[in-house]
């Protein structure tokens, strides 16, 4: 397949290669790897340097172009790729079908595993050497993409020209406890402030949680909204406009004319929010990227739940970037992940991700925006791996939420780091 056309400030390359399911064992099983190319329009025919975007995760797709964002800036310098990681988007994407062809949950994990960043990395220089002739790319990683990155460090750094990280340096001996440990009380503090800027949806979001508390209430696909499932669309809160997102739901939630006292509309936006139909290779893989080596995640984020989230308190309390074992009962597009994902939270043996005494030894440049405030990666852990790697520079800031790469000109002030 190689498909071309233009969109509005870009000429776009779509192409697909086949990899091995497994890099690691000769066994014949293929998948297919989706590549988008963008280059602008004035630049098509000039020898550019490429960029490798690595999405966030995991289970992202890589984003479609739109006008604005990050991509802009980018195609000034840079003939920009955009993986599909494996498992997503039009990349042989995991689906329910897919999981059921599976007898048993650790066949059905062994085969998530082959998801996990050391694959991503492995597919990334299969297309680095099929389709770009071998040339080393600048890669750019967001959130999980940051994840991949040191992946790539610690496997291959001959195919890297320089790297870019956008709220995504992880911790190099990764502790799922540790890091919600962590996380909570950050989660805390942002629901905190959400609710000084708006102090009428204490008593909105405190309303609708006694109403599902007190009657089931279905969401259009027929799963029932649980209180605990309410309280997760609080992710939002790490980014830049989730206080006013969460705020408009919140104001069209009830509806006294309607059956449950809940309004379609309110219960149609959580249902988008919280159903995971598009990614659900994004929850059953969570807590497995904070694996590496010995040791079982064994659902860190229920083990270090307290009270003080316990969805009979008030205000409210939401919750953030965490997957709970419940949610593979509870939430319909997740359960028949169920079986592998409890597998995957009791293995003790993932395979490391990543390499210490290579990453120490590291030379390629990497540029890394650290955000202060983030509500998802703790600043200080990444901080701690950026001292711990070979070559690193951070710009450590509070203007921006999780999403700063989206919303701000965090690209620019990571490719301008390396000249000042």
């Known amino acids: 397949?190689?498909?071309?056309?233009?969109?509005?400030?870009?000429?776009?390359?779509?192409?697909?290669?086949?990899?091995?399911?497994?890099?690691?064992?000769?066994?014949?099983?293929?998948i297919d790897v989706f590549v988008r190319e963008l280059v602008h329009p004035d630049t098509r025919d000039r020898e550019l340097p490429l960029l490798l975007f690595l999405q966030g995760g995991p289970g992202g797709k890589s984003p479609r172009p739109t006008r604005g964002g990050w991509l802009p800036r980018a195609l000034q310098d840079f003939r920009v790729v955009l993986l599909d990681q494996r498992g997503t988007g039009r990349s042989s994407r995991i689906t329910a079908a897919t999981m059921a062809r599976f007898p048993d949950a650790r066949s059905a994990a062994e085969h998530l595993l082959a998801f996990r960043a050391d694959?991503?990395?492995?597919?990334?220089?299969?297309?680095?050497?099929?389709?770009?002739?071998?040339?080393?790319?600048?890669?750019?990683?967001?959130?999980?993409g940051g994840f991949v990155t040191l992946s790539y460090l610690s496997r291959a750094p001959h195919g890297l020209e320089r790297c870019l990280v956008t709220g995504g340096l992880p911790a190099l001996e990764p502790d799922a406890r540790e890091l919600y440990r962590r996380t909570y009380p950050r989660v805390a503090g942002k629901v905190r402030r959400f609710y000084e800027w708006y102090p009428h949806d204490v008593a909105r979001a405190a309303a609708v949680a006694d109403r599902l508390a007190a009657a089931p209430v279905r969401l259009p696909d027929g799963d029932v909204l649980s209180v605990r499932r309410l309280q997760t669309v609080g992710q939002v809160l790490g980014t830049q406009a989730g206080a006013e997102e969460l705020h408009w739901l919140l104001e069209e939630a009830l509806d006294e004319g309607s059956p449950s006292g809940l309004s379609d509309t309110f219960l149609d936006q959580v249902a988008r929010r919280t159903s995971f139909w598009d990614n659900p290779l994004y929850a059953a893989l969570h807590e497995s990227i904070y694996a590496s080596g010995p040791g079982a995640t064994a659902w860190a984020a229920e083990a270090e739940r307290t009270p003080a989230f316990d969805s009979d308190v008030r205000p409210l309390p939401f919750t953030g970037e965490m997957v709970y074992p419940w949610m593979f009962d509870e939430i319909a597009s997740l359960r028949p992940f169920g079986?592998?994902?409890h597998a995957l939270a009791a293995r003790e043996d993932l395979p490391e991700l990543y390499d210490p005494t290579r990453l120490a030894a590291n030379e390629v440049p990497v540029?890394?925006?650290?955000?202060?405030?983030?509500?998802?990666?703790?600043?200080?852990l990444s901080l701690e791996t950026?001292?711990?790697?070979?070559?690193?520079?951070?710009?450590?800031?509070?203007?921006?939420?999780?999403?700063?790469?989206?919303?701000?000109?965090?690209?620019?002030?990571?490719?301008?780091?390396?000249?000042?």
């Open 386 to 420: 950026a001292a711990a790697v070979g070559n690193v520079r951070t710009w450590v800031t509070n203007e921006y939420e999780h999403d700063g790469l989206r919303t701000g000109d965090v690209l620019g002030r990571l490719l301008d780091l390396r000249s000042r």
């Open 339 to 341: 079986p592998a994902a």
């Open 367 to 380: 540029d890394a925006a650290v955000y202060f405030d983030d509500m998802y990666v703790d600043a200080e």
């Open 1 to 30: 397949m190689d498909e071309r056309y233009a969109l509005p400030g870009a000429l776009v390359r779509d192409r697909s290669v086949t990899v091995p399911l497994h890099w690691s064992a000769d066994d014949g099983e293929g």
């Open 119 to 144: 694959s991503i990395v492995a597919d990334a220089e299969h297309v680095r050497a099929a389709l770009y002739g071998g040339r080393r790319w600048t890669t750019l990683g967001q959130s999980y």
